[in-house]
């Protein structure tokens, strides 16, 4: 079975730019988040989404936002792009709604130069 | 504000020996643990979780103890072998969202 894939692998900006992130849950999963992970940081959550409605969302300016489609993939997108916005972008998508278990995939490395 | 902190960001064990990897939490309200493996170029992988209903869980070479009055947990790995090399993050799960730790990269000596 294939597990959480993301696309693309890596992707480079620059700042001011608008980039979307696509992830594909494992099959029969509802529920996806969204995790930012700084270098030497361990991972940030930015949003929950089940059943197409978000579930949670982070501490993080609304120049990030997502949405899930009928299918359940998820696209995260973040408009404005500065500097710091430079990270890995995980996605995780679980069963249902409550996420103890969550299988997370490869990630985007995003660099914003 | 950090609310799960590893304050050892790295660790150097002997094959055959036991790896400690130890988490500390701020908040009270925490009532589910985990910890997750990562290794370069893939996404965290579940390893093994602990509600706070309990203070042990074990699976194979994996322990995890929780001392709640501490605000503490720690995960043992006995016996340690070479392809336990990787970053460990500890997680609490207070109500629908993670919050993770730091990492600390184990790496296990031949």
């Known amino acids: 079975d294939a597990g959480v894939t993301q696309s693309p692998t890596h992707l480079i900006k620059t700042r001011g730019q608008h980039v979307t992130l696509r992830c594909s849950p494992i099959?029969?999963?509802?529920?996806v988040s969204w995790y930012q992970q700084v270098l030497g940081q361990g991972p940030q959550f930015i949003f929950q989404?089940?059943?197409?409605?978000?579930?949670g969302r982070g501490n993080f300016p609304d120049r990030f936002s997502a949405r899930q489609f009928p299918n359940y993939s998820s696209e995260l997108n973040v408009n404005a792009l500065l500097l710091g916005d430079s990270a890995l972008y995980l996605c995780?998508?679980?069963?249902?709604?409550?996420?103890?278990?969550?299988?997370f995939g490869p990630g985007t490395r995003l660099t914003v130069t | 504000d950090q609310q799960v902190k590893q304050n050892s960001p790295s660790l150097s064990v002997q094959e055959g020996r036991i790896s400690i990897l130890n988490c500390d939490y701020t908040?009270?309200?925490?009532?589910?643990f985990l910890w997750y493996k990562k290794y370069p170029a893939e996404g965290p992988t579940f390893l093994i979780s602990?509600?706070?209903?309990?203070d042990k869980n074990e699976d194979g070479r994996f322990t995890v103890f929780l001392n709640k009055s501490a605000k503490h947990l720690s995960l043992h790995i006995v016996p340690s072998q070479p392809g336990d090399s990787a970053v460990y993050f500890c997680?609490?799960?207070?109500?629908?969202?993670?919050?993770f730790g730091t990492g600390t990269s184990l790496t296990v000596i031949p």
């Open positions: 995780a998508s679980s069963l249902e709604g409550w996420i103890y278990e969550q299988y």
């Open positions: 602990i509600s706070s209903i309990k």
């Open positions: 989404y089940y059943e197409k409605e978000e579930r």
């Open positions: 997680a609490a799960l207070p109500r629908g969202q993670f919050y």
């Open positions: 908040n009270s309200m925490f009532d589910y």
């Open positions: 099959s029969g999963h509802k529920s």
